[in-house]
């Protein structure tokens, strides 16, 4: 299996020149690389004008790994190929890596780059990519792979130190300033020499720091089409990340970027779905997927604007956002013991409480943003405080039990890593059943800490000693005569999961899906926005005079097979193919009344169609894709053609005057 990596941007505030002179006195070792043996020169070489040097060296690693290993491989160095590029014209420096021993066995390619930074010229950016794919290495494959990873990141973790300790090494000899290279006919005259300024007329070295980026998205560096991120950002937003936890994260952000066609999550929550899945890169991408399309199907953006909480919710339900942690972490204090979770259920329904619960999840990321630029350190998770006093047997009424499961189970596929600290207090020990259920999420130093080893004094609310008002409803017994029917709230029960403006579909090969719509007025226009979430997919839409008939069993076809096309029905807009993982909208005026139908087909990759040995093509694409089935999340509408107009031209007012 082939491991990647790829750094965040690393800015060193320093010019190109001095950062070139710091990075040439590594050569050939380094004290701080004890592992570098030597690195021998093999050739050098520039063109014409001189702006354009090429390195290339042949570096001896002495790299620790077991006796054993060594003694199997017959080895004691390994050597690498490096070729280095520097462009003093564009101010670059490209540097190539790869494994000369055991090249057949194993494959390291690096790529590092320094280029100046493009929102300041005295300031220097660089950057790091690296693959590592291990085929075979005398059946120790795994273990090699651990130790080249270790040794890979302590490297890594190295390169900004080594680089700033020359820095210094030079700024202690009166080494602060080197020109940048001009042509030769620009050069001073024959004869002059150029010489460096001593510490004392040196220009200072700049030490500002660089912009900061704002907390709803990365710094972007001007002129970088891939919205590359600075590690200074991910310190200050994301925090400490080790360097293969820095490359997954970054590696996931551009996937999203290059192939996500929806509203991106935002930098911090796109970490904590790699934190929830222990930064295993092809799970995280799985889980965020889904939680960006069960986000997309209910809107959940938007969740915060337009939902109104019930007055009930107001009155009842016992929970809010209160203050901080010591931590800085925003605090939700939910008094549960003095909550009737029953009355909430049978009055309100479960889908209503599940609404809440998200909408303050959706505050809870608000309020860690907010708390993440106020106390200037990153915030990714809240503090839950439950107050259990008052905790009796209604409490463990079946469908209150049910539901809160429920409610669980959604928040975590899709706030993962949210709740930092979960706080118990006061909860009854003589009643056993429900204290066997908290006990385990207690944590151990909440046992045997109090509440101001994690609270400040000054927060702590009245209710429980404080001094501190805090705007938490007391609860109480919700009015029966506010409960609703069994049958009203069978009703309603898992909407928000299934009843949505968007619908999902299945498309298995050989059987379309289809959506008739029949228009009965000229003109109309039918609007269409689907996700293919899965597979490759074929988009038609057909006009038919009369309603097709249901398919027969034994019929592969979505349509009767006596129909013909160009007889029976048309096709009105040109066949779409739609990939995996692309979003599509649009829109179609109708020119006559009758059928419309919106058709999905399942559809081969391309690659399988260069065979002509019969059966191959299925052959070829049942390897490529896992199961002959795609899937897609939709919604149409159809609106009157005057509606459709008005709708276009508010749009674009709106955007004018924004602009």
């Not at 273990?143 to 890594?156: C, D, F, L, P, W």
């Not at 469908?399 to 890593?417: D, F, Q, S």
């Not at 919106?598 to 990759?605: E, M, V, Y």
């Amino acid at each position: 299996m082939v491991q990647e990596y790829q750094s965040p941007v690393r800015v060193y505030k320093y010019p190109f020149e001095l950062i070139m002179a710091a990075y040439v006195r590594r050569f050939p070792k380094c004290p701080l690389i004890p592992v570098l043996v030597d690195c021998q020169v093999l050739s050098e070489s520039q063109n014409e004008d001189g702006s354009v040097l090429v390195t290339e060296r042949r570096c001896t690693i002495d790299i620790e790994i077991p006796r054993l290993l060594k003694r199997i491989a017959g080895l004691d160095y390994l050597y690498f190929a490096q070729k280095n590029t520097l462009n003093r014209r564009e101010r670059t420096l490209d540097i190539e890596v790869h494994n000369e021993t055991f090249s057949s066995r194993v494959i390291v390619r690096e790529h590092c780059r320094y280029t100046v930074h493009p929102d300041n010229d005295n300031w220097t950016c660089y950057e790091q990519k690296a693959t590592m794919d291990i085929k075979s290495f005398f059946g120790f494959e795994s273990t090699a792979e651990k130790i080249v990873g270790k040794q890979y990141a302590s490297n890594i973790k190295k390169g900004k130190e080594i680089i700033e300790y020359y820095l210094r090494e030079m700024e202690e000899e009166g080494i602060t300033f080197i020109p940048r290279w001009t042509p030769p006919s620009l050069s001073p005259r024959a004869g002059a020499r150029l010489q460096l300024p001593t510490a004392s007329t040196a220009r200072a070295i700049p030490v500002n720091s660089p912009r900061e980026a704002p907390l709803s998205g990365p710094t972007e560096l001007a002129g970088s089409p891939d919205d590359k991120l600075d590690a200074d950002y991910i310190r200050r937003y994301l925090g400490d990340l080790t360097p293969l936890q820095e490359s997954c994260f970054i590696r996931l952000r551009q996937w999203l970027q290059e192939s996500h066609k929806g509203k991106i999550p935002k930098d911090q929550h796109v970490l904590r779905f790699l934190r929830a899945r222990d930064f295993s890169l092809d799970k995280a991408r799985e889980f965020l997927c889904q939680s960006l399309t069960w986000r997309k199907q209910h809107q959940l953006d938007f969740l915060l604007d337009t939902w109104e909480r019930p007055q009930l919710l107001h009155d009842y339900y016992t929970g809010g956002w209160h203050h901080h942690d010591k931590d800085g972490r925003p605090l939700y204090v939910l008094r549960l013991g003095q909550m009737d979770t029953k009355g909430l259920v049978r009055a309100l329904g479960e889908e209503v409480l599940l609404k809440q619960v998200l909408s303050l999840n959706e505050e809870g990321l608000r309020r860690c943003e907010e708390n993440t630029r106020v106390f200037g350190r990153p915030i990714s998770c809240w503090t839950c405080l439950v107050d259990l006093e008052g905790l009796n047997m209604r409490h463990l009424w079946r469908p209150g039990i049910k539901a809160l499961l429920r409610i669980i189970e959604v928040v975590e596929a899709n706030y993962p890593e949210t709740l930092g600290r979960l706080l118990i207090i006061r909860a009854p020990r003589v009643f056993p059943v429900l204290w066997t259920l908290v006990s385990p999420l207690i944590d151990d130093n909440t046992r045997k800490n109090g509440l101001v080893d994690y609270i400040s004094k000054e927060v702590i609310p009245d209710f429980l000693g404080g001094d501190c008002m805090c705007d938490i409803p007391e609860g109480g017994m919700v009015p029966k005569s506010l409960y609703r029917t069994a049958e009203e709230l069978e009703g309603e029960e898992y909407r928000l999961l299934t009843d949505s403006i968007y619908k999902s579909a299945s498309i298995f090969k050989g059987a379309p899906y289809e959506m008739l719509i029949e228009i009965s007025e000229a003109s109309s226009v039918i609007t269409w926005d689907f996700d293919v979430s899965k597979g490759d997919v074929i988009f038609n839409i057909y006009h038919s005079k009369r309603a097709p008939q249901p398919p027969k069993r034994d019929t592969l076809g979505a349509h009767d097979r006596s129909w013909l096309l160009g007889k029976d029905y048309s096709m009105v807009e040109k066949a779409l193919i739609c990939r995996e993982g692309e979003s599509v909208q649009g829109s179609h005026v109708t020119r006559w009344p009758g059928f419309y139908i919106l058709q999905w087909r399942f559809h081969s990759s391309a690659a399988c169609t260069a065979s002509s040995l019969p059966r191959v093509d299925d052959v070829l694409a049942s390897l490529q894709v896992s199961t002959h089935k795609c899937k897609i999340m939709y919604y149409t509408e159809v609106l009157a053609s005057h509606d459709f107009r008005l709708g276009v031209l508010c749009f674009f007012q709106s955007h004018s005057t924004s602009l």
